[in-house]
């Protein structure tokens, strides 16, 4: 699966209870990425990871349950006496403080060698996961959001939390993307998965990371019949995040005709919601199948019916 965050994370889940956890991988994006307090943070690998060990906090959707924030309120006293310009107290991006050991963990091994690839694993299999949870690469990928009003461009964590993603975008860039590498193990999961699913994640800042390594679109364009999308928008609207803002402001219909749109070329079938059937037509007209079935995964049931609904149609 090539995966975001919170969508992906939840698919992931359900798709757990039909289908073997060691016969899963999840190839995750780490545009998010990034060295606030000098830390590696990997948003998408830990919000897959924490949701499939069931430590997910459901609420806020990143993190974990139960946390506590006495790292984050010490810290606020330093932010007072802080420099401006300085970056050594980031404190508009919070870090709990059992968080924080997943973080020192990461930037410790990585700082002695080891693959982003080989934490990822180190770490999922911490918390008894059976799930292959890949980085799409081991080499530094950071989206970059050009701010419409403001004319800026910022790393994705100030657009996405500091900017709380309220304000327009005007322009995306994958830095690092074109010099970077698909992993080993991500590339071979792509040629040799029976099925390869696109989660409902956000395809311009989730997916789109993904697509801007070399060769993905090729690899997936030369298996595109067996590539099965799941639109992350339902009624027009995104299930979580600025998905259908960030569509329309970069000139995509916010639409699943608009996620057609975009994944045409690399999946032969896109599963939507039984509110977006009207659509139906739009979407054959990109060439891709349309599969009608409830989407939202309000419910655990909901969920495993979708994945099994979409493995059916990666076999087809
Ligand atoms: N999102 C927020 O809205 N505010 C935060 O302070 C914040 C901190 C944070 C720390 C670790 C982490 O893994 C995720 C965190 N997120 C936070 C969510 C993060 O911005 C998103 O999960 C992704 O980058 C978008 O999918």
Redesign the pocket.
């Known amino acids: 699966m090539l995966c ?3 969508g992906a994370a939840r698919f992931m889940r359900a798709l757990a209870g039909v289908h073997h956890a060691t016969d899963t991988t999840a190839v995750i994006n780490t545009g ?1 990425d990034n060295s606030l307090y000098r830390l590696a ?4 690998i ?2 897959v990871t924490y949701t499939l060990a069931s430590a997910i906090d459901l609420d ?4 974990l349950s139960g946390e506590s924030w006495r790292a984050m309120d010490a810290l606020n006293r330093y932010a007072k006496v802080m420099p401006s310009g300085s970056a050594a107290a980031p404190t ?4 709990g403080d059992q ?1 924080l050991a997943t973080h020192l963990y990461r930037t410790s091994r990585l700082a002695e060698g080891a693959s982003l690839t080989k934490v990822t694993a180190e770490i999922a299999a911490a918390w008894g996961l059976e799930q292959r949870l890949l980085p799409m690469s081991d080499e530094a990928v950071s989206t970059m959001v050009t701010l419409r009003d403001e004319g800026v461009e910022v790393p ?2 100030e657009y ?2 500091k900017c ?1 993603h309220q304000v327009a975008v005007a322009g995306l860039r994958f830095q690092g993307a074109s010099e970077a590498q698909l992993t080993g193990p991500a590339r071979s999961a792509l040629i040799d998965s029976e099925v390869v699913v696109i989660a409902p994640s956000n395809p311009l800042v ?1 997916i789109g990371p993904i697509r801007a390594l070399p060769e993905v679109d090729k690899l997936l364009g030369r298996r595109r019949d067996s590539v099965v999308a799941i639109s992350p928008i339902v009624g027009g609207v995104a299930l979580k ?1 600025p998905a259908d803002r960030m569509m329309l402001e970069l000139g995509h219909e916010p639409s699943a005709a608009g996620v057609a749109r975009l994944y045409a070329s690399i999946a032969a079938t896109l599963v939507i919601d039984p509110v977006d059937e009207a659509l139906v037509p739009a979407i054959e007209a990109t060439g891709m199948r349309a599969i009608v079935t409830p989407s939202v995964m309000s419910d655990i049931e909901i969920g495993q019916q979708l994945a099994r609904r979409v493995l059916a149609a990666g076999r087809e």
């Open positions: 975001g965050g919170v998010d943070i990997s948003p998408d830990d919000t806020r959707g990143w993190g508009w991006f919070s870090l968080d994705f964590q996405f939390v709380h989730s995040g």
